[in-house]
Each structure stands twice: as structure tokens, then as C-alpha cells.
């Protein structure tokens, strides 16, 4: 099978930013900055959206599609990790991203990946193709999840009444489960990231997670994330950009063609994918 590579971005409010701004796009030099790294390496960017934000930063989402391959898909409506698959949620996910895009989405990630079993029978019921919500990987803590049971590769959830949909997990580095993703990059050091990539190497199918505010969590001014995960966070200030490079050249130099994840499901989809029965979702 080809080896494909998706960047999938969460599109959401700064992180613990009082004033909820989304510097990427409201910051010209972050902006430009994302734009020719994107550019210089022909990726291909699914945008998992917010999608109440589509009333106050439409005008700015189109900027970005006009200048990069962007895709845009739902995370959620209000991103409230207390009801992140609900039936309104879905719901009004799906409406939003109609009104705005004129056509109903195909793909859903739910926030912090807290997905579930009514979740997904929620985005079966509203004709969702696929979910990308399943970490494969450890995470401590309130919203911690333990799923190494979970495979590191797309499968199939099938409900009894035939509906299925693909899921796409959250890429972690093979063997040592540690998620594909920015964050942990930064956290890391891409001396020791890199090193875990040779060592380990990544599923032929492989998403990349970010966020916008990975790219400078750091400079976020009065930021309320503190304590350890504020100084987790802000590893490595000042090199998320060359850090996103390096990560995007890697994949380029490991035989990784993007693309976007629309065009990974119609892919993926229909080849005997592991199949997991809804009913007996974990
Ligand atoms: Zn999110």
C-alpha cells in the first residue's frame, strides 16, 4: 500500500488564552509562516473545525484555503470535552459546517478524542464516513485514556444494522505508542523525537496532529495553563515552527505522499479494514 500522510489541524481557541484568540490566523507572521511551510513541502492540511467558529472566523478560514491545500472537517460544535459526541453536538456540528461549506461533512473528531460508543452511533445516524477520534496511546491524568488495545491503523466500527464507518486513530510512533504529533515533539526535543521516529517508525497510514497553538503556546500572554502542563507545553518556545518543519521533511523523506484524510477514506475504505462490532465497543 502507498504510504499516506495526513496533517490534520485542530482548529480551536488558544489554549488557555483569556482572550480566546486563534493566533495562526490572526497574526500575519504566524500565518505566513504556516503558509509557506505548508507550501514548501505540498502538504495537504484536513481541518477539523469548531464549528460554532464559523460565524466569527469564516472570513479567516477562507484566507487560509485560498492559500493552502485545506480541507475542512468537524471537531465538535463548542468543543466541551463534558458532552463531546453528543446528539447536539453532532447535530449542530453537521448543520453549521452545512450552512458554511453547502455540503454535510464526512468526517468528525471529537475533542480531547473522548469519543464513545452513543458518539458513534450519534455520527452513524447522521451519515458521518468516517471518525478520528481514537488515541492509540497512554495519556495520565482527567482525561487520561489507556488504549493500547487499540490499533495504530485505520478500521471499520460496524453497527448491527449494517451502517459502518472508518476510524481513524491518532497516529502514535509504532511500538512505543507515543502520539504523532507536535506537542509531544516540542515536549520531547526533536533530538529525541527524531530519534524515537528512526528507531520505531510510523504506520504507512499516518496523521499528524496539531493545533494552532502548538505553534506558540509559550507566548500566549496571561496563559492559565500552568503548573506542569503549562511548562510541558512550553517546551522548545521559539522552535515550533522549525520543529513542524523537520516533522513534515521526515515524512517527506520516509516515501509519504499527503493527503487529505477525505481522499485516505476513499482509500482505505472497502479493504478489509479490521472490523469492531459498535455493540461491543469497548
Ligand atoms: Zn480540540
Not at 453536538?89 to 473522548?114: C, D, H, L, M, T
Request: charge should be neutral; hydrophobic fraction near 35%.
Amino acid at each position: 500500500m502507498k504510504k499516506l500522510a495526513c496533517v490534520t489541524l485542530d482548529m480551536e481557541p488558544d489554549y488557555g488564552d483569556p482572550e480566546k484568540k486563534i493566533r495562526l490566523l490572526e497574526n500575519p507572521e504566524y500565518f505566513e509562516r504556516y503558509v509557506s511551510i505548508i507550501n514548501k513541502y505540498n502538504a495537504k492540511v484536513t481541518m477539523f473545525t469548531v464549528t460554532q467558529l464559523f460565524d466569527s472566523y469564516g472570513d479567516l478560514f477562507r484566507k487560509l484555503a485560498e492559500r493552502i491545500p485545506l480541507e475542512f472537517s468537524v471537531h465538535s460544535h463548542t468543543h466541551d470535552p463534558h458532552n463531546a459526541c453528543t446528539l447536539d453536538e453532532v447535530r449542530n456540528s453537521q448543520a453549521a459546517y452545512e450552512k458554511f461549506r453547502g455540503v454535510k461533512p464526512i468526517g468528525y473528531r471529537a475533542p480531547i478524542g473522548r469519543i464513545d460508543k452513543e458518539g458513534l452511533g450519534h455520527l452513524l445516524d447522521h451519515d458521518f464516513a468516517y471518525d478520528a477520534s481514537v488515541y492509540s496511546s497512554i495519556r495520565p491524568g482527567k482525561f487520561g485514556y489507556f488504549n493500547l488495545h487499540m490499533p495504530n491503523s485505520p478500521f471499520q466500527v460496524q453497527r448491527s444494522d449494517g451502517r459502518s464507518l472508518v476510524e481513524f486513530p491518532f497516529t502514535s510512533i509504532e511500538t512505543i505508542r507515543i502520539v504523532f504529533a507536535l506537542s509531544y515533539a516540542k515536549l520531547l526535543g526533536w533530538g529525541a523525537y527524531s530519534l524515537l521516529l528512526k528507531l520505531f517508525g510510523l504506520p504507512e497510514i499516518t496523521l499528524l496532529l496539531s493545533h494552532p497553538y502548538d505553534f506558540y503556546f509559550g507566548s500566549i500572554p496571561n496563559n492559565t495553563v500552568n503548573g506542569l502542563e503549562g511548562f510541558a507545553m512550553a517546551r522548545n518556545t521559539g522552535r515550533e515552527f522549525g520543529i513542524f518543519e523537520k516533522l513534515l521533511g521526515s515524512l517527506q523523506k520516509q516515501g509519504y505522499t499527503f493527503a487529505h484524510l477525505s481522499e485516505v477514506y476513499q482509500d482505505v475504505k472497502g479493504t478489509g479494514l479490521k472490523n469492531f462490532s459498535l455493540e461491543t465497543w469497548k
